[in-house]
């Protein structure tokens, strides 16, 4: 099994829908949670962490199953600048790794 | 003002050569790394340094030796180059350690090996 498994899309969305990513960890230990967004042909950059009891900011909401070892992101009223791969990563025993997922693919139409 | 930046962005060069890659943050930041994305975009550590301290090495052949001068920069020296290590590497910064804080990323150097 993979350390962090994304669905690689891609995800082919009209504007102002709501679409929703899944990423699995296989670590049971780990601590750390974070999506990244990463644009074609540019650096990831963070989007946001994923803490315990799920997070929001803007149309972004990211939640943390711990019990079956999975992640997940919400984008509400989708926007064409929103077409990005989002690459789900986790921190494994708090050390300075972080493994990346292979990065859900999203292309949001007009 | 340039957060994490990366010389050179691009890369060509034939096989068996040696080249360098630099990279130099302006965050103040104490962690360093280098990543490597492959064709099927995969981006996987290779390196971290905290304070000039080697603290990560993802069994990466000997042919890549990083360099930490000082604290702001991480360099990249690989030996030997082989059409495998054709990928975009990617340097990066964090202010702490331990996986808890936000990764700056620089903006890739895209390094095609013929």
């Known amino acids: 099994r993979k350390e962090v498994e994304q669905d690689p899309g891609p995800f082919n969305v009209p504007e102002g829908a709501t679409v929703a990513f899944n990423c699995t960890y296989s670590n049971s230990a780990s601590q750390s949670f974070f999506w990244y967004r990463q644009d074609c042909r540019k650096e990831p950059k963070l989007l946001m962490s994923?803490?315990?009891s799920g997070n929001e900011d803007g149309r972004f909401t990211a939640q943390l199953n711990r019990a079956s070892q999975y992640i997940s992101l919400l984008i509400r009223d989708s926007k064409l600048s929103d077409s990005a791969t989002y690459l789900c990563?986790?921190?494994?025993?708090?050390?300075?790794?972080?493994?990346f997922g292979t990065g859900t693919r999203l292309q949001v139409f007009p | 003002d340039t957060a994490v930046s990366q010389t050179p962005k691009y890369l060509v060069t034939q096989m068996g050569n040696d080249k360098s890659i630099k990279c130099e943050q302006n965050?103040?930041?104490?962690?360093m790394y280098w990543y490597k994305q492959d064709s099927k975009k995969f981006l996987k550590i290779m390196f971290s340094?905290?304070?000039?301290?080697?603290?990560i090495n993802e069994t990466v052949p000997n042919r890549f030796s990083p360099k930490s001068p000082d604290k702001a920069h991480l360099n990249l020296h690989i030996n030997s180059l082989e059409l495998g290590d054709s990928a975009v590497y990617f340097c990066a910064s964090s202010r702490l350690g331990g996986g808890l804080e936000t990764q700056y990323f620089g903006p890739g150097t895209r390094l095609l090996v013929l």
């Open positions: 994923v803490y315990s």
């Open positions: 340094y905290n304070n000039k301290e080697l603290i």
């Open positions: 965050l103040g930041h104490d962690t």
């Open positions: 990563v986790v921190n494994m025993d708090n050390t300075d790794k972080l493994i």
